[in-house]
């Protein structure tokens, strides 16, 4: 199609990392940023696959096009419609935010692509993607989706004292951060609630949904918790750096491998970035946007970074900025290291 960057099937399927975002209503800046910080610092090709509404696509064929061409050779994008391939289209439009269900129907809409990592527009990558998908690796025969839990705590976690039906483990699963190996869903039969026989990912979507729909809040999140309640093996469950949310800090700080290794993956969900409640994660998110793609890593968005934060210590996530600070550090040093080395062995060939 005229104005979206595409290439063959072939290096896509083979080489591209595959990355999903559902964008629809005010999400356009937020899944811009998202997909700036994927771009800044993965080693291998990406390929995006966008949802989103018809009149946000031309607004991203605008923006992604003005990427300067070091950044948008690293990459491939295609832009979809919002479609639901079973059930009524109006009702899952409707469940929880505007399109979110739409994460449900990848197996069913991406039949070329064999795994993806599906993520929210509030998400920003502090490292690779590449250490993300090399989990794909780690799962065992059974496994064919990994997430990582809703909350480190029973106690405080909101599955735990809340839900009013079957969720994965003691605190259920948050499903901002997915890993899925498609080809897997797309050949698996499922236990469910609804009949005695396994169904497969598509045929269980709607029969689950009109089961549980007075029960659930959190929309698809809580259909994704149901389908694993009943199909444990199928999970693989990943710590809570890779999908490290504000609430691993803002009630004390609860998540060990972040405290270890520092945050993966940031989810800014409750509208942090947005408002003054987490002025961390706000840090994080304007100084993301902000960078001037050319720019120097260090000097652009490190530092910048680190005076922000010295204006967060009164929070209880401000508190603990190494969290923040540590993949992030790490990350710039191997950009900057492999570009030293590029540019050497470029010089030693004269």
Known sequence: ????????????????????????????????????????????????HIFSEDSLKPEFNKKLQEWPSSYTKKFEYNIYPITFSVGNAQEWRKLFKPCAAQRL???????????????????????????????????????LAAMAPEHEIPKIGWYSRFARHPYYGTTGVNSGVMLMNLTRIRSTQFR???????????????????KYKNYITWGDQDLLNIIFYFNPECLYVFPCQWNYRPDHCMYGSNCKGAEEEGVSILHGNRGVYHDDKQPTFKALYEVIRDFPFEDNLFQSLYYPLQSKFLDTVHTLCGRIPQVFLK????????????????YLGANHRY
């Open 1 to 48: 199609k005229p104005g979206e960057q595409k290439r063959s099937k072939e290096p896509s399927s083979l080489q591209c990392m595959h990355l999903a975002v559902v964008a629809c209503g005010d999400r356009l800046e937020e899944t811009l940023i998202m997909l700036k910080s994927a771009v800044l610092f993965s080693n291998r090709r990406l390929c995006f």
């Open 105 to 143: 129907f990848l197996p069913v809409i991406l039949k070329d692509v064999d795994s993806l990592l599906y993520v929210d527009t509030d998400v920003l990558f502090l490292r690779p993607i590449d250490d993300i998908w090399h989990i794909l690796k780690e799962f065992n025969s059974t496994q």
């Open 192 to 210: 469910n609630s609804v009949i005695q026989t396994g169904l497969t990912w598509e045929e269980m979507l709607y029969p689950l949904y009109q």
């Open 327 to 342: 993949q992030i550090e790490k990350t710039m040093k191997k950009v900057y290291e492999n570009r030293v080395i590029v």
